[in-house]
């Protein structure tokens, strides 16, 4: 009985069917040809090497199809072009070559929903050709129409905009109707990303790039082509045949013999330069080689429009990429669009404001280096923050006020362009009703489905500021700003000293003791105490956290433990451990940090099998930040002195984060005065200059971060016996070169294949790291240097040897 079904089956698809029998080879698709959207039997048309694939793409978890070309050899088979006013299509849908109307889509009904038209001409076969381009045939060979010349969201190499030719990004990652943002090459030669609005697909005038490649004078001077060449390289041509790059010249490109590479302009609006190696052994994501524009939440020109973001949300970047978030007592219109405006969680009318005195119906949140630089109505100048918090308060078409340089800009709503931004150095009141509920306190930007928390370093603020009422604070840090905690107001106000100006929560020794159980669960021992695992509430909730007892101090120091707590308080970056509170009650001199589930990077370097290589050149990365961030970024520079892996924690996401940070000097060194003989670094890390009475700066720490990092790549210590017979050390270090030296990474890395198949990579970061360990510190890059050069922003020279003292090497 079974076997009669499959054979009537078999013939049904043989007789009502005969076309689909058609064999589709080496990329030719010949006349007459037809696909059918969900028919298990029917393969896509494929280029001649398999890379890309056209027909009907099953979208995930639904019984819908994309019509589109994608990359088929790979796991998430990239979509590079598709339709992009009736995708997706309904199971049924059919699409077939016909030598006279050409390409045609039709749903299940017979309908026509989109057509590839070749005019009055005869097409004789389509060709997916391996470019990712699908060709319509004349009967000479011509081609009547090309998917390249119609393009969706993305270019791939060998593919060029003529002037007129645009990029149209998607709504969303998963929906392909047209979305906000276009790349357009306009006939005056000029490259322009901006926005227009979906509904009425009227441009806005919010402009995020514009190549500057228009000569008015000179049309010779001006573009005419955006070219993606074979190599991977992009750029515009001017008529003079000069060539006006788009990707950073520095950015050196990876091999197209190894890597697929597209650039799309994605649904946030970010234009980016993507690579993907072809072999399925390499990272199986896409990674960004360069993208425009640079920070699209404040690269914004003209005054139309949204931002980014909706309208009342407030845009962060985060790899290049716009975060959106709403502000205290704001939320989200439409909770599935992240990206979408937010609304007042509490009214703010103007008709109430009779039944009592604003101060009674209102108040508001603070916030710190966010602003909408737009939505202005009026402005107080000169102003001070009580003037300002109130003057919004007092006024019922107020919704924010911001305070910065003196003065005050009131703001209505709907809020637009808003952004994080550091620099501005201002304040945000944002008013909300009382009766309403209250804003409820979260990390800023609030943990966004599918991202990250971003519970870093804690951040208090003195409350009493501002009309004597109790406002709920938060203050975003002024270092490097993504990263912001809410933390309900609690002055510090210890007995025995008074207020202590700074951030952090003081803790009775009593009460931590009861955390820790009595410092019963030991986590580790460093050079400056033991670490203990306790649970505290914090925010009225309960969080583990990892509480130091520090060894005795000496005297000296001990004057200084609050100066330092509170320099060690002020910062806040993603790859420090955040310190949440102290306790310097009589001899007692604790400090309360975050606590991180993953451990040490010391324990992960042990790991067998060796932790994927993509983890560790992202641990690495997240290292050199931190660095860069205590180097240069934060108010006082704090040189670590004792960069170790013991000394790297890696929290619930495997980011690292640096420990330990600012104790050296809090415990023994004046960090600017030479010191000999008392090493506080530990060996194997420590920089030659500590042996010798020179001074000490930030080099120290790219020594040891440069061992670090050849430890990190080989997943071996940076001293090990080797007493196998002979009693000999081995020296992490000299190793790196001699390995580098003759070129033989793979031994370096003894069979980590994931590594050597991401080589370029892997070269970089060896010949970074034997920069970092020159002998001489002055050879040593800075740790931007260092993070720019690891990122592949800059680029990395061969290093020298890195003894040129030593006899031995
Ligand atoms: C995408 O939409 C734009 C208009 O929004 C249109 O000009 C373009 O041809 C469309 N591209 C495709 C491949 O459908
Ligand atoms: C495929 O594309 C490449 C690059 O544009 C081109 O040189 C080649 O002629 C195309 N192949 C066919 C058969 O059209
Ligand atoms: C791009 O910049 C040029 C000046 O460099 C300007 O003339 C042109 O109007 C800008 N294009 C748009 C769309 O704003
Ligand atoms: C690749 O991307 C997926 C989804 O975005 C992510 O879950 C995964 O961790 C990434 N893998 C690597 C090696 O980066
Ligand atoms: C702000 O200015 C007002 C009026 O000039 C003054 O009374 C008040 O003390 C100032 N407040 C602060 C915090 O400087
Ligand atoms: C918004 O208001 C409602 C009720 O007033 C409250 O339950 C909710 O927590 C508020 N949400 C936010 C994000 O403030």
Redesign the pocket.
């Known amino acids: 009985m079974a076997y009669l079904c499959i054979q009537l089956i078999f013939f049904f698809f043989l007789f009502l069917f005969p076309i689909s029998a058609l064999s589709q080879k080496n990329g030719i698709v010949p006349e007459g040809s037809t696909l059918t959207a969900g028919e298990k039997s029917a393969s896509p048309w494929l280029s001649p090497s398999g890379d890309f694939a056209f027909g009907f793409q099953q979208v995930q978890d639904k019984d819908l199809f994309l019509f589109s070309i994608w990359y088929h050899k790979i796991p998430d088979k990239t979509v590079v072009w598709f339709v992009n006013s009736t995708n997706p299509v309904l199971r049924g849908s059919t699409v077939k070559l016909d030598a006279q109307t050409g390409l045609v889509l039709r749903d299940p009904r017979g309908i026509q929903l989109w057509s590839a038209n070749v005019g009055s001409n005869q097409l004789v076969h389509g060709f997916m050709n391996d470019t990712g381009n699908f060709v319509l045939q004349g009967s000479d060979g011509s081609p009547l129409w090309e998917s390249f010349r119609h393009p969706a969201d993305t270019i791939l190499p060998y593919q060029d905009l003529e002037t007129g030719d645009s990029l149209r990004s998607r709504q969303s990652a998963t929906n392909f109707s047209p979305g906000r943002f276009y790349l357009r090459f306009l006939d005056d030669g000029n490259l322009v990303l901006a926005t227009r609005s979906a509904p009425t697909n009227v441009d806005d005038e919010a402009e995020y790039y514009n190549s500057s490649t228009s000569d008015s004078t000179d049309a010779l001077n001006s573009g005419y082509q955006v070219t993606f060449d074979g190599r991977g390289d992009m750029y515009i041509r001017k008529r003079n045949d000069q060539r006006t790059p788009l990707n950073p010249v520095s950015i050196p490109l990876p091999p197209v013999s190894e890597n697929y590479h597209r650039a799309t302009i994605d649904f946030d609006g970010v234009f980016a330069h993507y690579y993907h190696p072809r072999t399925s052994t390499g990272?199986?994501?896409w990674t960004m080689l360069w993208s425009i524009p640079d920070n699209i939440c404040t690269n914004i020109r003209g005054e139309k429009g949204s931002g980014a973001c909706g309208f009342n949300s407030v845009c962060h970047l985060e790899l290049r990429r716009p975060v959106c978030a709403c502000p205290e007592g704001y939320v989200l219109l439409d909770t599935n669009d992240k990206y979408g405006s937010c609304k007042p969680n509490s009214s703010l009318v103007c008709d109430e404001v009779e039944e009592g005195s604003a101060e009674n119906l209102y108040d508001f949140v603070v916030a710190s280096d966010i602003d909408w630089p737009l939505s202005d109505f009026e402005q107080i100048n000169p102003s001070n923050e009580t003037i300002c918090g109130e003057a919004c308060l007092q006024d019922c078409f107020c919704a924010v006020a911001i305070f910065r340089d003196n003065s005050c800009w009131k703001k209505k709503l709907p809020l637009s362009n808003g952004r994080v931004d550091t620099s501005l150095q201002s304040k945000a009141f944002i008013k909300y009703r009382k009766r309403d509920a209250p804003p409820v306190l979260q990390t800023f930007p609030p943990v966004l489905a599918g991202s990250k928390p971003k519970n870093r370093g804690t951040v208090i603020l003195v409350g009493s500021v501002l009309l004597g009422s109790s406002f709920l604070v938060f203050v975003a840090t002024a270092c490097l700003g993504f990263y912001f905690i809410y933390y309900k107001k609690k002055v510090i106000t210890h007995p025995n000293t008074g207020a202590l100006n700074t951030n952090l929560r003081y803790f009775a020794y009593k009460e931590l003791a009861e955390a820790t159980n009595e410092f019963n669960e030991e986590l580790g021992r460093g050079s400056f105490g033991t670490v203990y695992k306790g649970d505290l509430q914090i925010r009225s909730k309960n969080t583990t956290v990892a509480v130091k007892k520090l060894y005795r101090m000496d005297q000296e120091a001990d004057k200084e433990f609050r100066a330092e707590v509170e320099t060690i308080g002020q910062t806040n970056h993603k790859n420090l451990v955040g310190l949440l509170g102290f306790c310097d009650e009589g001899q007692h001199r604790l400090l309360v940090y975050e606590y991180m589930s993953h451990g040490t990077l010391a324990r992960l370097l042990l790991n067998n099998p060796k932790t994927?290589w993509?983890?560790r050149t992202q641990i690495a990365i997240g290292i050199a930040r931190g660095l860069v961030y205590l180097h240069e970024e934060c108010s006082t520079q704090i040189i670590h002195c004792d960069i170790k892996p013991q000394n790297i924690l890696l929290d619930e996401y495997f980011n690292a984060r640096i420990s330990d940070f600012g104790l050296a000097k809090l415990l023994m060194i004046n960090q600017s005065r030479s010191i000999t003989g008392n090493i506080r670094g530990t060996k194997g890390y420590v920089a030659p200059e500590w042996f010798r009475s020179t001074q000490v700066n930030s080099k120290v720490d790219v020594y040891s971060f440069g061992v670090l990092l050849l430890e990190i790549i080989s997943c071996r210590k940076c001293v090990e016996d080797i007493e196998i017979g002979h009693a000999e050390f081995f020296i992490l270090t000299d190793w790196a070169w001699d390995c580098f030296q003759e070129g033989r990474l793979d031994a370096f890395v003894e069979n980590d294949l994931e590594a050597l198949n991401d080589m370029m990579v892997l070269e970089r970061f060896v010949m970074v790291g034997i920069w970092c360990i020159q002998e001489n510190s002055s050879l040593r890059p800075t740790m931007r240097k260092v993070s720019l050069m690891l990122e592949g922003i800059a680029e990395v020279t061969v290093p020298p040897c890195p003894y040129p003292f030593s006899t031995t090497g």
């Open positions: 990272n199986p994501n994927s993509s983890i």
